[in-house]
């Protein structure tokens, strides 16, 4: 494999093009006329905060890993401690410790939190005592978790984090793919609470004490630190069209640039692109993989970034933010405080409190088409009802992420097994990405890893 192109410069393509550097010429297209996808920083008040994902997963070693490898280990950091917050119509209340994805491994501890009703308690510390056979098909994660804990448990404990994660749906998100590991557990058979209180107590690895870590400046500095780094050459502003594969095995890629159409060749190509640009681009080649690509839904969410004077308001919350149970019909799914959340972020801008609310859940599109302006407002009215009187913002602006978040519905798996059986049927091509193996940029850059070493082991 002498020469590849990489479609896509989010942080999947990059990562590809990083793990691909000294072993192939490589060369990064991307549309848009800059490189970074859902990870990249914007200015508010002058101040520059991230307007997509805001922190990596440390649980896993991939996204830290490759940090560090860029130059950024040093720029890594830990958020403020402070519990998960959800809002519920009695205020602000922490999730207690000890939740997995929001399931209380403890329902004594939820006794006082304020977040369930008695019965809703009850019904949560009764799931060790239900008879469970193992799971052998897989089914949506509201279809399990209500058997198991009841309705109320889903509703006010794990759809938030659900909407955080995901934009996604308890409904309508596959148990496998989705919560892993409490999959792993119900594949076992026998009740949840006592296995997940067994994970528990065994621990986060020593390597990792937080689940999460930013990087000073902002996670947006992460692709731009791995496009630096990985010595390809990246055209941004320029769209793939087409792929044909030529005689030889080789591919070509038909491209539109500010310029004019732009034709490339090489021996492998990436495609590091949402689903739903994969399957136009794979259509005459893999009918079969077009089909399930364009088969997984995609939730569209906005991010609304608001600057407030520190000395002019009249009150700042507390906390680094809170999610939102759906049930209660309240337009927010999340809030997070992040001049509380980054210490770095509140040493280089003391006098001001920048927060970010985020809206569009799948199946919430018509929320999301109204103007900035009404977001913006409705954003304001909700923060004020959930966390008190903080006054206007300084400033504000709304980021639109349209079809931002793959949905993994019930079947995901199987579904990306089939697309990776289809592609496997094109050599030289590989797929990476949030489409498929988890939505978080850790997962994304294994699969760019896994991407990139298919390319170079079966050319
Ligand atoms: C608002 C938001 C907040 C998030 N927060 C977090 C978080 O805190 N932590 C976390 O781990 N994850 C978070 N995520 C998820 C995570 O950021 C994404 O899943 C991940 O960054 C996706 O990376 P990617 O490279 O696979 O795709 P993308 O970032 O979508 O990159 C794909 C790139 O391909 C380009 N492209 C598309 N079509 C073409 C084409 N035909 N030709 C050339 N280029 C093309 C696009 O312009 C884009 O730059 C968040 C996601 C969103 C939307």
Redesign the pocket.
């Known amino acids: 494999m002498r020469s590849v192109i990489v479609?896509?410069?989010?942080?999947?393509?990059l990562a590809a093009a990083w793990q691909l550097r000294d072993r192939a010429d490589v060369t990064v297209?991307?549309?848009?006329p800059k490189?970074?996808?859902?990870?990249r920083t914007g200015t508010i008040a002058g101040i520059t905060v991230d307007e997509?994902?805001?922190?990596?997963?440390a649980l896993r070693p991939e996204?830290v890993e490759l940090a560090a490898a860029v130059g950024l280990g040093d720029a890594l950091c830990d958020p403020a401690k402070a519990p998960t917050t959800i809002w519920t119509p009695g205020g602000l209340r922490p999730l207690p410790p000890g939740h997995v994805m929001g399931i209380p491994t403890d329902p004594a501890a939820l006794a006082g939190a304020g977040l369930l009703s008695p019965e809703g308690i009850a019904r949560a510390a009764a799931e060790e005592r239900l008879p469970a056979a193992p799971l052998t098909e897989d089914c949506s994660v509201g279809h399990y978790l209500t058997a198991r804990f009841g309705r109320e448990t889903v509703d006010r404990l794990v759809e938030p984090l659900l909407g955080g994660v995901y934009a996604g749906r308890a409904d309508r998100l596959s148990l496998r793919a989705a919560m892993p590991r409490i999959a792993a557990v119900a594949e076992q058979g026998g009740p949840l609470l006592p296995a997940l209180r067994r994970i528990r107590a065994a621990g986060a690895p020593r390597s990792a004490p937080v689940a999460?870590q930013g990087v000073v400046g902002g996670?947006g500095r992460f692709p731009l630190a791995v496009a630096e780094s990985c010595g390809a050459r990246i055209l941004t502003g320029?769209?793939?069209?087409s792929l044909h594969r030529l005689r030889g095995g080789r591919w070509r890629v038909s491209?539109m640039t500010g310029d004019g159409p732009l034709t490339m060749e090489a021996d492998g190509v990436v495609l590091?692109?949402?689903a739903y640009?994969a399957a136009q681009?794979l259509r005459p080649h893999s009918p079969a993989a077009e089909e399930e690509l364009s088969a997984i839904p995609h939730a569209s969410?906005a991010?609304i970034t608001m600057a407030f004077s520190r000395s002019r308001s009249a009150f700042l919350p507390a906390g680094n933010g809170f999610l939102v149970p759906p049930v209660d019909g309240h337009l927010l799914k999340a809030a997070s405080f992040l001049s509380n959340k980054w210490p770095w972020l509140h040493a280089s801008a003391p006098d001001t409190f920048v927060l970010r609310a985020?809206l569009g859940r799948i199946g919430e599109e018509s929320l999301l088409a109204r103007p900035d302006r009404h977001l913006i407002r409705a954003a304001i009215a909700e923060l004020h009802r959930a966390v008190g009187p903080m006054g206007e913002p300084l400033a504000a602006r709304v980021t639109r992420?349209d079809r931002?978040?793959p949905q993994y519905s019930v079947g995901h798996q199987a579904r990306v097994a089939r697309i990776r059986e289809a592609t496997s049927k094109l050599p030289g091509l590989a797929v990476?990405?949030?489409a498929y193996e988890g939505?978080?940029?850790?997962a994304?850059v294994a699969t760019a890893r896994t991407a990139a070493h298919d390319l170079l082991t079966h050319p």
């Open positions: 479609v896509g410069a989010g942080i999947s393509g297209l991307e549309g848009h490189v970074g996808g859902k990870l997509g994902a805001e922190s990596l997963m996204a999460v996670t320029t769209t793939a069209r491209a590091a692109v949402p640009e681009l969410t991010v985020s992420w931002g978040l990476c990405g949030a939505v978080g940029v850790a994304c």
